[in-house]
């Protein structure tokens, strides 16, 4: 028995072990940060530590949880998948795909997914730097006199963090279920011990604390809410995660055990603050009895740090999909476990990710310092989110546009009052996100116009490959032995590397195959459908390449396949001939800014070649190259 996505019910609740080590690690790290930044006098706008204003945030927090989380992503968004993947970039080419006949719909979903992806990237540095640093000054709790070892302890963590990623998370996955179901149970925990001392705090969950909170002090609310959005920023993981485990194991682990956790952990914090407003400075590890706080300070050091795992490795893979999709330069992808699917290092993200996470943790210095910068990235991340789902519901679940209001609109003023909350954080370190976001949008934009304008620019030399091929088919040239493959990006036109292999080497081979590599909008294509022969002429056939945006191109392994159709090639006795440009920026041509051309010649000269990407034999490739003015 399986449900419709794919998980049995006997595999249950090893996927819901699972997910807990990948899923829950940002958002069940919260709880060492979040509530401490409403209150803390060293925070921005730190609020009067009175019950009143402790019971209002609270009842924030729960509805927050609720509202966002729960309803939003794990009842609604969780179904907007993409052939069973999620995450910002899987839903993008869902839209795509239904947006085909209009371009203005795809342009502004192209753009969202873009911006999406690259507010990933901020939080892709935030979250490291403040989950590990926040369990880490536990040790100044414990001893002041470790607080000067606190900056230098956190840099060697994430130093050693980053450094293993070559190696692949493989063998110690299977471990990350375990650690967290044990930081779960102990956020429980503790807060139980907390609640049973001031037990009225339990009234917390009652709607009406925040709703009176508003009323009565609307500014206090509306500063409140940065620190509120705190304990929901990784509702997203939620979502981008869900291929790996499916609907119901995230859905199941949230409900019955993430949620409660996190709440019983709010709830005690809030407890121990009323009893003892003093607290407030780190009500977490206060909380904590004395004789279990350096434990808990390994236990969040190592839950901080498979927080971060899944955010390094979320980076690889949307870097991959935004490879596969065109709107990001061809990068070194290595591999690192030949038998688990979607095991991948990326040496230029994951070096360039350490560098400005250490930039961050030395720049900060505190996780209070760092809860000012982060945020609003992800808000803006959660936004993007909802607008495409809203497209999705409208479109494909055929929600009348009623009901897609009365869903949608209350999250997104819920979501754009979080986000003009943390616009108060923007001069206080929220600006970093949103520059580091703004860069890589600049990239990726350059990078796909680039792409747009130097396909314009050889329109000019397009021959019609078909009745080319059987032109040549009928001509006395001359023909050397074996089979020539060219990797043809338009497969309906003659590839420039044949044209100059003609001209300068007045030769053909005895079999000539035109390969296309098209990547579609869906997550994986089935291997039936991965290759598709056309007989042109005589010797000349023209094959098609299919792969979904989440795999990893392997070239020669795919064009085995095309025996079943009749076309017999052996990948490592074939000469590989690729087209290879040389970008030309000039004024003469408009199209972008010649700032913008200077950097997309700079990204196209330094992109991964496409023999590496596709994993060609490289003894056997050829590149005939060719200046394009742009």
């Given amino acids: 028995m399986s449900n419709p996505h794919g998980e049995s019910s006997q595999a249950l609740p090893k996927l819901v072990l699972a997910a807990l080590g990948v899923v829950y690690g940002d958002i069940g790290t919260s709880p ?142 299977g471990f990350f279920g375990y650690f967290v179901i044990l930081w779960f149970l102990c956020l429980a925990a503790i807060g139980l011990y907390n609640i049973v001392a001031h037990p009225q705090v339990l009234a917390a969950l009652s709607p009406h604390h925040a709703i009176a909170f508003a009323i009565n002090s609307p500014k206090l609310t509306f500063f409140a809410m940065g620190a509120v959005f705190l304990t929901i920023t990784g509702g997203e993981a939620l979502y981008a995660d869900m291929g790996h485990f499916g609907i119901r194991p995230i859905r199941y682990g949230w409900l019955f055990f993430v949620l409660p956790s996190l709440l019983l952990n709010y709830l005690g914090q809030g407890a121990l603050m009323i009893s003892n407003p003093a607290t407030a400075v780190n009500p977490f590890y206060l909380g904590v009895p004395g004789w279990a706080l350096y434990p808990m300070v390994g236990l969040a050091t190592a839950a901080t740090v498979i927080a971060s795992q899944a955010l390094i490795t979320g980076a690889y893979s949307v870097t991959l999909q935004l490879i596969q999709l065109g709107f990001c330069p061809r990068m070194p992808v290595k591999h690192t476990s030949g038998a688990q699917m979607g095991q991948i290092y990326l040496p230029f993200i994951n070096w360039t990710l350490l560098v400005f996470v250490l930039l961050t943790v030395i720049g900060f210095r505190s996780s209070t310092n760092l809860a000012a910068a982060y945020g609003i990235a992800v808000t803006l991340t959660m936004l993007v989110t909802s607008a495409l789902a809203f497209a999705v519901a409208l479109r494909e679940w055929k929600w009348p546009p009623v009901v897609c209001g ?225």
């Fill in 32 to 173: 060492l940060y979040a509530l401490k930044e409403a209150f803390n006098p060293a925070s921005h706008h730190a609020l009067p530590v009175t019950p009143e204003n402790v019971f209002g945030v609270l009842s924030l927090i729960v509805w927050s949880l609720l509202i966002i989380v729960t309803f939003k992503y794990v009842m609604i968004v969780l179904r907007a998948d993409n052939h069973g993947e999620g995450g910002v970039v899987a839903l993008m080419a869902r839209v795509l795909s239904g947006a085909a006949d209009s371009p203005r719909k795809k342009t502004v979903a192209i753009a969202l997914g873009i911006v999406g992806a690259s507010l990933f990237y901020g939080d892709g540095i935030i979250t490291p730097a403040i989950s590990v640093l926040s369990a880490v000054e536990g040790l100044e709790i414990a001893t002041p006199a470790l607080k000067p070892w606190v900056v230098p302890i956190t840099l060697g963590i994430l130093v050693g963090l980053f450094a293993v990623q070559r190696h692949g998370t493989a063998r110690i996955g």
């Fill in 406 to 630: 009365l869903v949608f609109v209350p999250l997104l003023f819920v979501e754009l009052v979080f986000l003009a909350s943390n616009g108060l954080k923007i001069a206080d370190g929220g600006w970093f996100p949103l520059v580091f976001g703004g860069l890589v949008s600049l990239i990726l934009f350059t990078w796909r116009r680039g792409r747009v304008l130097l396909a314009e620019a050889q329109k000019n030399d397009d021959v019609p490959l078909a009745p080319f091929a059987r032109m040549l088919d009928g001509d006395d040239i001359h023909r050397v032995p074996h089979t020539a493959l060219f990797l043809n990006p338009r497969a309906d036109q003659v590839p420039t590397a044949l044209l100059h292999n003609l001209k300068h080497n007045l030769v053909l081979h005895e079999r000539t195959v035109f390969v296309s590599v098209i990547i579609e909008t869906v997550p994986r294509v089935p291997v039936e459908d991965r290759v598709e022969v056309q007989q042109l002429g005589k010797t000349f056939h023209r094959v098609l390449v299919r792969f979904g945006f989440m795999e990893e191109p392997d070239l020669p392994t795919a064009l085995l396949r095309c025996a079943e159709q009749g076309l017999e090639i052996d990948p490592q006795q074939v000469s590989y001939f690729l087209s290879r440009e040389t970008i030309l920026p000039s004024l003469e041509v408009r199209g972008m800014a010649i700032w913008r051309e200077r950097m997309f010649e700079f990204l196209f000269r330094n992109a991964s070649s496409a023999a590496n990407f596709f994993k060609l034999p490289t003894a056997r490739v050829v590149e005939l190259g060719s200046r394009v003015m742009i």
